[in-house]
């Protein structure tokens, strides 16, 4: 019986949702620790093709309780057309449950991300326009509204009447936009809260129960660790900390109790937004890849940038979170390659490098060096066992897991729940 975290190793959309989906059959608890609906986890399964923003990707299996954790912020509008969406697919949402102690997100968020996505110009971050960095802004502002609040429309009203006048000096005076309606929020969002309020509980106090009675509980990332706020490509990143270090302070649990962190890791690398990607393809070659592997944003639909494997972003990833073991996803999306890349080390203003440069100029400099390894030409996508992949698929799934420095314990080769290739016991 473990706590496991289950972390994005690159910049996101590594196939988190498919993997969790997959694992929650074990566990009894998922919780998500980090981001807002800046996230989009797709899941296929019987049930149908979902894109999942903020409901944890456990909630298919009815026996799995789901918690949305006080390190998320949460978009009561987002969250509601999900529940909606997998009540029509006759998905209950009986045991979702949401931290009383998550922030929620705005309307005010959302215009103001637009705004100073405007402002920055050449500089844009790229961001998924959904709010999340304006929401963690006000969180460490002290002026965040917390899920707890919309409960109680007294500390609601009050807390808007300080924040909605702080928002619209910034609206109107900085940016020459109008102000929001401080009456019509306190409507929507008290409604908002009562909708959600048999969802809401103190959900630290549930999972710290859940490890007394030693039960499986998976921890699960948004975004990826290259997105990381503190460990990112910095400023190119998100405003949370999608680390293994970071589902511990978002969940609410102690390091100590954190048994394991599975690093997940697209068998290429893509990335959305702007922000250097040493072993970008551009051109057709990108393209091919990006259209093999559908590589369009669940939230946003832009179109991925796409690359061969990088193994110093991956060590660094490995290292940084401490993983225990990978899951390789993606793997049939290069079964049509003639050679494959995987990028091994820099060079950087004529020295070699194996390290990531905190500077940004630095980084952007940073020209890949390759290893080549010959592609397999054929289909894998029914390959249920490791020695059934073309021996050059094998070899090419061993390198990585010996450049990252871990055990590969699952590799997936399709979307349905039962492409996958089973190595190691997850849970221990
Ligand atoms: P934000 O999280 O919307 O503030 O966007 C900051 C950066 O993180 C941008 O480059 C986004 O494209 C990227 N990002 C945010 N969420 C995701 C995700 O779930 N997958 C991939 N990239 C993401």
Redesign the pocket.
């Known amino acids: 019986m473990s706590v496991v975290a289950v972390v994005g190793a690159q910049?996101?959309?590594e196939g988190k949702g498919r993997i969790i989906d997959l694992l929650a059959a074990k566990a009894r608890l998922v919780v998500r620790y980090q981001?807002g609906s800046?996230?989009?986890h797709t899941v296929i399964n019987p049930f149908g093709t979902f894109r999942l923003h903020l409901v944890p990707a456990g909630i298919f299996n009815p026996d799995v309780v789901c918690i949305v954790g006080n390190g998320v912020v949460v978009d009561p509008t987002v969250l509601l057309a999900e529940i909606d969406e997998l009540a029509a697919h006759g998905v209950g949402v009986a045991n979702l449950f949401l931290s009383d102690r998550a922030h929620v997100v705005m309307p005010y968020h959302a215009i103001l991300d637009r705004l100073e996505e405007e402002a920055r110009g050449d500089q844009r971050?790229?961001?998924?326009?959904?709010g999340?960095?304006p929401a963690y802004v006000d969180k460490v502002l002290r002026v965040g509204i917390r899920m707890v609040d919309l409960l109680d429309p007294a500390t609601l009203r009050a807390k808007l009447k300080t924040v909605v006048a702080l928002k619209n000096q910034l609206l109107t005076r900085i940016y020459g936009a109008p102000p929001v309606d401080g009456d019509a929020i306190f409507e929507e969002y008290r409604a908002y809260g009562a909708r959600l309020a048999r969802h809401v509980a103190d959900t630290g106090a549930m999972l710290q129960r859940g490890v007394a009675r030693g039960e499986n509980v998976i921890l699960e990332g948004?975004?990826?660790t290259l997105?990381d706020l503190d460990h990112g490509t910095y400023p190119?990143?998100?405003?949370s900390s999608p680390t293994a270090g970071g589902s511990c302070a978002g969940a609410g649990i102690g390091p100590t109790r954190l048994d394991r962190a599975l690093g997940v890791f697209k068998a290429y690398v893509t990335r959305?937004?702007?922000?250097p990607f040493p072993t970008e393809l551009t051109g057709t070659a990108g393209e091919a890849l990006r259209e093999r592997g559908s590589e369009y944003?669940a939230?946003t639909g832009r179109p991925r940038r796409c690359g061969w494997f990088d193994a110093v972003l991956a060590r660094y990833s490995a290292q940084l979170n401490g993983f225990d073991a990978v899951a390789i996803t993606k793997l049939d999306v290069l079964d049509e390659e003639p050679a494959i890349r995987i990028c091994t080390g820099y060079r950087l203003d004529g020295r070699v490098v194996d390290t990531v440069p905190a500077s940004l100029a630095e980084f952007s400099r940073c020209e890949p060096i390759y290893e080549e390894m010959p592609g397999w030409r054929r289909p894998t996508g029914h390959v249920r066992a490791i020695a059934d992949l073309p021996v050059e698929a094998q070899r090419y799934v061993a390198r990585l897991g010996e450049l990252i420095g871990c055990p590969v314990e699952l590799v997936s080769v399709g979307c349905s729940r039962e492409q996958i290739i089973v190595l190691g016991e997850v849970f221990g």
Do not use: C, K
């Open positions: 910049w996101g959309d981001g800046n996230a989009g971050i790229g961001t998924t326009g959904r999340i960095g948004g975004q990826g997105l190119y990143v998100t405003a959305v937004g702007a922000g944003g939230t």
